[in-house]
């Protein structure tokens, strides 16, 4: 069965720190890759989508980016964290396309301080 | 922007209750789905239900398709205190890159 991974679940950085959100899955092989930001008690913003390996689309213009080393591991990252990057951040994969049902992992709690 | 607007935005029922939650959207669609999230945790996909369709069942779930007045509803029946969640509708455009869109949610409470 497939499985997707998220680390770290909670993280508390400063602004201005670096910041790298690691995602992988497991058990497939191709996935579509997204990342997802969800503020409290709202819905989800996708920041950035992954057809392939340096296939990567740029949904929100912004200081995030996303990298993907392998088939099944996606990276999102910023040089400088600002006060407004603090959310909750979720991987997803899909076998299809972006229409496809997609496929969550846990979460990663942001706060920036 | 074809965004799925959910509503209500909160439902507080009693358990053993039926939940109806609605999503409208704006542009035509490839398909609609229901994801439901527990506080703190990633979401988890529920129904697919495509533009022909008109109605599908999963359990105590119902959703239903009128793509005449682009919205859906999700019917939970028989509601236990475990459903108590925030439910997201989610949809694919037909044009363009058909990413999933999705609403700001319907926040579920059953009382027991």
């Known amino acids: 069965s497939q499985t997707i991974h998220q680390w770290p679940a909670t993280l508390v950085q400063p602004v201005g720190s670096p910041l790298s959100l690691e995602c992988t899955v497991e058990?497939?092989?191709?996935?579509?890759l997204y990342w997802y930001r969800q503020a409290a008690g709202r819905g989800l913003q996708l920041l950035f989508y992954?057809?392939?390996?340096?296939?990567i689309s740029s949904e929100v213009p912004q200081n995030l980016s996303a990298s993907r080393p392998q088939d099944r591991q996606f990276i999102l990252s910023s040089k400088k964290l600002l006060l407004s990057d603090s959310g909750f951040y979720l991987c997803?994969?899909?076998?299809?396309?972006?229409?496809?049902?997609?496929?969550f992992g846990p979460g990663t709690r942001l706060t920036v301080l | 922007s074809q965004q799925g607007e959910e509503d209500p935005q909160a439902l507080s029922i009693q358990e053993g209750e039926n939940a109806t939650m609605n999503c409208s959207y704006k542009?035509?669609?490839?398909?609609l789905q229901w994801y439901r999230q527990n506080s703190g945790r990633g979401l988890v996909h529920l129904i697919l239900?495509?533009?022909?369709?008109r109605e599908k069942h999963s359990g105590r779930l119902r959703v239903t398709l009128d793509t005449s007045k682009k919205s859906s509803s999700l019917l939970i029946t028989a509601s236990r205190a475990a459903d108590t969640a925030s439910y997201f509708c989610?949809?694919?455009?037909?044009?363009?890159?058909?990413?999933?869109?999705f609403g700001q949610g319907t926040r579920l409470t059953i009382n027991p």
């Open positions: 542009t035509s669609i490839n398909n």
């Open positions: 992954s057809i392939g390996i340096d296939q």
């Open positions: 058990g497939t092989s191709n996935p579509n």
């Open positions: 239900i495509r533009s022909n369709e």
């Open positions: 989610a949809t694919a455009s037909i044009q363009g890159a058909q990413k999933l869109v």
């Open positions: 997803a994969w899909s076998r299809g396309g972006p229409s496809d049902t997609q496929y």
